[in-house]
Structure formats: structure tokens, C-alpha cells
């Protein structure tokens, strides 16, 4: 086991020799190190456990093939790209929306280049980084003032803090829920230092509950979009237009947390039951905030949108500078509201609403064509079929609506080889591609793969059963 031990190259012959070649000439040295050394670890272990005899295996070019394998793998970024085969359109884990080709290039050039991010090119002076978006903010929802932030949850919180802190705000119990990542409308009022008073029962809320709970601590009304949650049978919530009534009788502000708020009205591609920001803006709402990168289609950012009087008060907010909007997501943002100004346009080109307008048709076609890809690129290692199944928008959005979609389903040849293993390896190829389970079988939603992203699809499949 001596001898096995000493014929393992040395630290210096595994540096020397990786580094000398592409990819790892150009890879931060401490990180191929680091890689080389685990790698070595690795191989002593296997001596110690018996797994070598030969002492030819151990020399460095016998190695090598290994070598770079593994150094491959352990230095390559943590952040990466995945394949999304899930259907799920905005799917939080995996980035939520994909920004438009206009936006990718905004953020480019806002990366790589000086801007007037904060500079007033007329008069050559200090400027506000919130004028890029709050006219076109305004001419898309009519609202008379706007403000962006980190995202919705900042969004909330600073509404709440603004125009509520040490006094009540007015929620309905069926509204004071809890969104994907620990956002949960409670604890948000808490932080706010707003004093949460609920009223109503779970399933029903009357204008009446709302109106009673009114007391001389009362600072606004705030209703909560329910996102991906819905109560449904023996209902009953007050209309945004009844709030503003009860907030114009009683003069408080009447706030609305969108969620996923659409600029897009998806009520023409048959999705319904989700207002629009202009919708919402024109029942009245005084303060309406909600995300950028869901159903929008943007980067992440919280958006707010009302009364110029709150909005000049939120603007004010010391809290604001804390939850500030970088520079990178408000060139995305106003590249990505310039498609909204026209929606026929809007429609093709931000991917998020283009993913989940895809026909029926469209998508049968393309299950067809990943089918035929996959069957090609493994063939004797599994079996793909098309088969209907359904697609979410995701992020909250349009909860309980079923996009019709083709599935891919995958069979595995090897009958040892179970779904859920099939899923994990998936996950281990470069890129990775995340699929779902559906029937203990692997399938694959067209509706999230781009065109060029059927062969990766197939590739990782083939890696993953080789
Ligand atoms: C998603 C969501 C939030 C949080 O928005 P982020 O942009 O993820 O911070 C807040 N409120 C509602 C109702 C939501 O659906």
C-alpha cells in the first residue's frame, strides 16, 4: 500500500499539468488547487479501502481523464444555468421570469458602462434614479405617481411604514396569507411596525366587518391579492370599489398588495379573474404595489404605483434609501415597460407572456420534435411519449387555471432506473435540467424549453443514463 501511496503524482506534477491546458489555465488558481487536492483525497481514500492494486493506474497520466472530470465539476460557478423542463413559467427557484432580448441589452450596457443613473442631463446636476420609470409607470397605469424598490416584500413593507407605523391597518382574515419564501402579510405588518387588525371570518367578509373595526387608529385599508392561494364554496370578500368607498367615507388610504401584478390584460388569451394594475388603479386604489419579475416579465423589483400625496410620503421614507433598486434591474425595468406600451408587442416579446400564450397546437408540435430528439440522441437507453398534460404560470399568478401543454414522457430502458433517480441524476448534468414527476413518470414541458434548448434537454437525458 506503500508503493500505491508513493505513486501518486505530487501536488506540483497535478498543477503543473492542468494548468497547462484550457480550461484551467484560465481558472483562479486557489480554486484548481483546492479541486486537485479533494481529487487526491479522493484516490488516497480508494487505496485505503483497497480499491487499487495496480500502481499504472495511480500515474498521473492514467489519472487524467479523472482528473479533469472532477476539477471540472468543482470549479465551474455555483450560480448557474439550468434547463427548465417543468412548464412552470414563473417558477421562483429557478429565477422567475426571463427578461426580453431589450432588456438583456440594457442591462449590458448599464453594467459595463457610466449612465445617468442619478444625474439630471439638462441641468448637469444631481438627479433622481426613480425618474427613468415613473413616467412611463404612469402612462401604463394611469396612476398619477410611481415608485421601484428591491421587490414586492420592500414594497409592503415600506407602504406599511410610510403611511401606518403605530397604527391599525384594516386586513381581511382571508387575505392574510403566506407566499412562497416566507412572505407572510403578518409578519410583514409587524416589521412595518403597523398594528394588524383582522377582521372577518376565513371564508366571508362583509363592508360591514370593515366599517365597524374603523376606530380613531385606523390608518388604512388593505387588501392582499391571495396569490397562490384561493378559498373557494361559501365566500365572500368586499370589492376593491366598495373599499374606496368605505376609505372616501372615512378618509383613510386604501392600499392594495397586487402580488403578481399583470400590465397585460391575459383576459384575451381565456385566463381570466386577474385585474390589472390599471384595473385596480382605476377601482380607486390609493397605494397599489406589486413584483417585477412575476406575470410582468422584468427583473426583480417592487413597484408601487397611487395617489401622488402617499407616493411623495413613501418617496420620503429614510427606509427607502435601505431598499433601494440597483441600477442593472431599472434599466431592465424601463427596457421591459417600453414593450407595454404596445401590447400587440408586449405579447411576442416578453418571454414571460409569450411562454404562456404558446397555442395547444405549438406546443404538441414541439413535444413531437423533443420526442424525436430524445429518441435519437439515446436510443436503446429509454423510451419518450407524448401525452397531454397541463402547465402553471407560477409565481402566484392565475393559480387555479391549467395551460394545456404535450408532455414528453421518459422511460427509462432500465427498469432499476426509477423516476425520482432519473430526476436526481438530471440534476447532475451540465446544465442541469429540472423535470417533473407526474404518474411515477419523468416528464418534459415544452412550454419552458426555448427551441434551441431541446437538444440540451436530450444531451443531459443520454448523460444521465449513460
Ligand atoms: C409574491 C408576492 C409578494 C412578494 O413579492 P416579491 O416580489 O417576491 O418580494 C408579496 N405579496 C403578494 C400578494 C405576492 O404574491
Given at each position: 500500500m506503500t508503493n500505491l501511496f508513493r505513486s501518486l503524482p505530487s501536488m506540483d506534477a497535478v498543477l503543473d499539468r492542468l494548468t497547462a491546458r484550457t480550461p484551467y489555465d484560465a481558472l483562479p488558481r486557489p480554486l484548481v488547487r483546492q479541486a486537485a487536492e479533494r481529487f487526491l483525497d479522493l484516490v488516497r481514500e480508494e487505496i485505503r479501502s483497497g480499491v487499487?492494486?495496480?500502481?499504472?493506474?495511480?500515474a498521473l497520466e492514467a489519472l487524467f481523464p479523472r482528473l479533469t472530470a472532477f476539477v471540472a465539476v468543482h470549479t465551474r460557478p455555483h450560480f448557474r444555468r439550468v434547463i427548465n423542463?417543468?412548464?412552470?413559467?414563473?417558477h421562483t427557484n429557478l429565477g422567475r421570469s426571463l427578461l426580453a432580448e431589450a432588456a438583456v441589452a440594457a442591462v449590458a450596457e448599464a453594467a459595463g458602462r457610466y449612465s445617468n443613473l442619478e444625474f439630471d442631463l439638462k441641468t448637469g446636476e444631481r438627479g433622481s434614479?426613480?425618474?427613468?420609470v415613473e413616467d412611463i409607470l404612469k402612462t401604463l397605469t394611469g396612476a398619477e405617481a410611481a415608485l421601484v424598490v428591491n421587490n414586492n416584500a420592500a414594497a409592503v413593507l415600506l407602504v406599511l411604514d410610510t403611511l401606518a407605523r403605530g397604527r391599525e391597518v384594516i386586513v381581511s382574515r382571508g387575505q392574510l396569507v403566506e407566499i412562497g419564501g416566507s412572505f407572510r402579510i403578518p409578519e410583514v405588518m409587524a416589521k412595518s411596525g403597523a398594528i394588524l387588525k383582522e377582521v372577518g371570518a376565513t371564508n366571508r367578509t362583509h363592508r360591514r366587518d370593515y366599517e365597524n373595526a374603523i376606530t380613531d387608529q385606523t390608518a388604512a385599508l388593505l387588501k392582499v391579492h391571495t396569490s397562490n392561494f384561493r378559498i373557494i364554496g361559501f365566500t365572500k370578500e368586499v370589492p376593491l370599489k366598495e373599499l374606496k368607498e368605505i376609505g372616501t367615507r372615512y378618509n383613510l388610504p386604501v392600499i392594495e398588495?397586487?402580488?403578481?401584478?399583470?400590465?397585460?390584460?391575459f383576459a384575451g388569451l381565456g385566463l381570466g379573474q386577474e385585474p390589472t394594475v390599471q384595473r385596480v388603479v382605476a377601482d380607486g386604489a390609493d397605494v397599489v404595489s406589486f413584483s417585477g419579475?412575476?406575470?410582468?416579465?422584468?427583473?426583480q423589483a417592487g413597484i408601487i404605483v397611487g395617489k401622488k400625496a402617499y407616493i411623495d410620503r413613501i418617496k420620503k421614507n429614510p427606509l427607502n434609501r435601505a431598499l433601494r433598486i440597483d441600477k442593472m434591474t431599472l434599466a431592465a425595468l424601463e427596457a421591459t415597460l417600453r414593450l407595454y406600451l404596445d401590447p400587440a408587442q408586449a405579447a411576442v416579446k416578453v418571454p414571460t407572456i409569450a411562454l404562456i400564450a404558446q397555442a395547444p397546437e405549438t406546443l404538441r408540435k414541439k413535444a413531437r420534435r423533443l420526442a424525436g430528439v430524445i429518441a435519437r440522441t439515446g436510443p436503446g437507453l429509454l423510451t419518450a411519449t407524448v401525452r397531454p398534460g397541463t402547465s402553471r404560470v407560477g409565481?402566484?399568478?392565475?393559480?387555479e387555471q391549467d395551460l394545456p401543454t404535450t408532455l414528453v414522457a421518459v422511460t427509462p430502458?432500465?427498469?432499476?432506473?426509477s423516476a425520482a433517480c432519473l430526476r436526481e441524476r438530471l440534476l447532475a448534468t451540465d446544465p442541469p435540467l429540472v423535470a417533473r414527476i407526474e404518474d411515477d413518470t419523468l416528464c418534459l414541458d415544452p412550454?419552458?424549453?426555448?427551441?434551441?434548448?431541446l437538444t440540451l434537454a436530450a444531451k443531459a437525458l443520454a448523460q444521465a443514463l449513460a
Open positions: 487499487h492494486t495496480d500502481e499504472t493506474a495511480l423542463a417543468t412548464g412552470v413559467v414563473v434614479r426613480y425618474a427613468h398588495d397586487l402580488g403578481s401584478g399583470n400590465l397585460f390584460d419579475d412575476k406575470v410582468l416579465g422584468g427583473p409565481g402566484g399568478a392565475f393559480p430502458a432500465n427498469p432499476d432506473i412550454r419552458t424549453l426555448a427551441d434551441d434548448e
